[in-house]
């Protein structure tokens, strides 16, 4: 074994908590190590967030030639280059892996490519040819998730696949079917469809995504089965049968609707019900740590565990398992560690992205959740049918809805199916936040034509749900 080095921070994990806050770290003083088998970035750079978005872009633009002849446009239906569209896969990802990699030179954090785990109090031992034995001042435990399976269809990467494994191919062709309609497994079906796959959506549930408001899975389901997406909901018992010789199909895929069974020829299908942590091989036990219910550590509002000095971030403690919120989890627990005043994020205010055509966008509550937890509940919504930006990119469904509280005027979440909905976000955070951001939100100046123009049109309408004299009639603005 090699000899040991001190650190203030090492990072078991190098992906959107373990990079991030390795470079917050180095930016506050401390020096810092990351340890990871995998390339900077993690599964978010280079098996989720961008290859994803990647394909989804590459279907918009091969749906172009169907979506503009009202406009006048006609052309031959566009082919595609995989050998081009994989180039420009690598090469986007490429560009931003090395842009991590110039962060950590400019702020000296220290990166290798091996294992990390505990190895007792204040210590980690980096694995590989010649372990190393790090002091750690402070350890941030930030592995991630991978995908999880199902008993009834467990991976065998040849026809049940992950998400990693379907986005290791090359090319696209052939019978899918998604078991899965959460985020994952529509953003898939919009992409496998686009490319020409017959595809097929199964979901556990009445609806398709079935933790967000009742309504957006409802029009998304229309979305989808207009791309030739065919969709089923309360699906049950699923069982797979691999075929042998010429028969049509590598496999059938059975289950049923009720009483209503039914079969599916398939040549592979995408399992997407969720992720589960990584919090395998960490060493928790030699520090008297184990994982709480579902395989997660438990954290305080600050990354704490219950062991001094060591901090976990992203989806290895739960919650949602989202890039962004990952990032500024690792963020506090780093300037918890260093002293810094105690700071935390509202779970609420986190915004939730699906990046289908149209995007389906949510934020905090749901009327229902909202009753729920006894506050007083009301809507406001907008339908982008009158919205002229919308209409003028061809796009007459959608809507936007806010949902305010009636006795303390504030806005307790917002809900909507549009295009370019998600760049609305960040500014929803901020004014739910606000005490006063619904009034704030109803005062300011939104630009015309702009699909946002919907969102300041929801919250005049669920002012008015509450103070019916604040409403200025909206029938007279148009557009």
């Known amino acids: 074994m090699e000899k040991s080095e001190e650190w203030d921070l090492v990072v078991i994990g190098a992906g959107s908590a373990g990079y991030v806050g390795a470079i917050r770290a180095s930016e506050i003083g401390m020096r810092v190590l990351v340890l990871d088998p995998g390339e900077l970035g993690g599964t978010c750079l280079h098996q989720g967030c961008i290859p994803t978005k990647i394909l989804l872009e590459t279907g918009a633009h091969l749906r172009t ?25 690598k090469t986007t990802v490429d560009r931003l892996f090395r842009g991590i990699g110039f962060l950590f030179k400019k702020h000296g954090v220290t990166y290798r490519k091996s294992r990390g785990r505990l190895d007792g109090p204040g210590h980690v031992l980096e694995e590989g040819d010649s372990p190393v034995r790090h002091r750690a001042r402070n350890v941030l435990l930030a592995t991630g998730s991978k995908p999880r399976s199902l008993p009834s269809l467990p991976f065998d990467e040849t026809i049940v696949l992950s998400s990693t494994e379907l986005l290791r191919r090359e090319t696209f062709e052939g019978r899918f079917a998604i078991v899965g309609g959460g985020a994952i497994g529509c953003e898939f079906a919009e992409i496998l469809s686009a490319f020409g796959c017959e595809t097929t959506l199964l ?27 065919s969709i089923r909901t309360g699906v049950e018992d699923l069982s797979l049968v691999r075929h042998r010789g010429e028969m049509q199909g590598k496999a059938s895929l059975s289950g049923r609707v009720g009483n209503d069974a039914f079969s599916l020829s398939v040549d592979a299908v995408l399992v997407a019900v969720g992720r589960a942590p990584m919090a395998d091989n960490l060493g928790l036990d030699s520090v008297g740590l184990s994982p709480g219910p579902g395989g997660f550590l438990d954290v305080d509002p600050q990354g704490k565990t219950k062991v001094p000095g060591i901090y976990a971030a992203g989806d290895l403690v739960g919650g949602l398992l989202l890039a962004h919120k990952a990032s500024r989890q690792a963020v506090i627990a780093v300037e918890a560690m260093a002293g810094r005043a105690p700071s935390s994020y509202d779970p609420m205010l986190i915004p939730r992205v699906v990046y289908t055509h149209p995007e389906v966008v949510s934020i905090g509550l749901t009327r229902e959740e909202a009753e729920k937890k006894g506050y007083a509940p009301r809507e406001g919504k907008f339908p982008l049918l009158a919205n002229g930006r919308s209409l003028s ?11 305010v509280e009636e006795r303390t005027k504030r806005v307790l979440g917002m809900h909507g199916i549009g295009p370019h909905l998600s760049e609305m976000m960040a500014g929803m955070a901020l004014a739910m936040g606000l005490p006063d951001g619904l009034f704030r939100l109803s005062e300011t100046v939104f630009p015309h034509p702009t699909v946002s123009e919907a969102l300041h049109e929801a919250v005049l309408d669920g002012l008015f749900a509450i103070e019916p004299s604040s409403h200025p009639s909206s029938e007279k603005r148009g557009g």
Do not use: C, H
Request: net charge negative; no cysteine; aromatic share 4%.
């Open 203 to 229: 979901e556990r549930e009445s609806r398709l995504l079935p933790t967000e408001d009742p309504e957006l899975g409802v029009a998304l389901e229309k979305e989808l089965s207009q791309k030739s997406v």
């Open 65 to 89: 030639g169907d979506e503009g002849q009202e406009m006048g446009i006609a052309y031959s239906r566009p082919t595609l280059d995989s050998v081009r569209l994989n180039s420009f896969r």
């Open 393 to 403: 990119m061809g796009q007459r469904r959608g809507f936007i809805k806010v949902v």
